[in-house]
């Protein structure tokens, strides 16, 4: 069976994004660039919630066909323009979107029945409110949270709706020179 694995920055006080959105307090660095090229080839999935899947859609497409796209930019745009994705939202329309599907409803019954089909994981990137709904039903398998040095003191929970316990076992925990932790945590 397919993984669906998180992956999220999240600050020290467990925040993903300020008071506003806001997400210019995320490091990311060619170090980190690197490593999530190493889980996006284990991945043939992208999931995400609506304004994430808008936000990438304006810019992974072309990001590398751009005269000074980075190796990273370059990569990760072949493998966005390739995977399928998976869009979980209510007002978002599949018509005239390419290699998308959209989830408007029935999200534990739709989200397993891609995780039982043949192939490698899935990966959520950002998309906090759809995180929230995909914790809310338990079907996150994988846990990549990159905690960044910074206190935010408000903004978007971490994980905002969890309603009961979920046990967790530490997988492998890496430092990045720039500060940040990755941690990786498997259900048990």
Known sequence: MRHLIFFMHSSLDGFVAGPKGEMNWIKVDDEIFDFVATMTDKADTA???????????????????????????????????????????TTLSEEGLENTTVISNQLADNINAIKQQDGKNILIFGSPRASHSLLAEGLVDEFWLFVNPVLLGEGIQLFK????????????????????????YEKK
């Not at 609506?50 to 990760?76: I, L, V």
């Not at 890496?174 to 941690?183: D, P």
């Open 161 to 184: 709706g969890v309603k009961e316990i979920t046990q967790l076992k530490l997988a492998e925990a890496k430092t990045f020179s720039c500060g940040v932790i990755g941690l990786h």
């Open 47 to 89: 999931l995400y919630g609506r304004t994430t899947y808008e936000m990438m859609q304006g810019y992974w497409p072309t990001a590398g066909d751009a005269p000074d796209a980075s190796k990273h930019d370059k990569e990760h745009s072949a493998w966005y323009k390739q995977v399928p994705k998976v869009v979980l939202s």
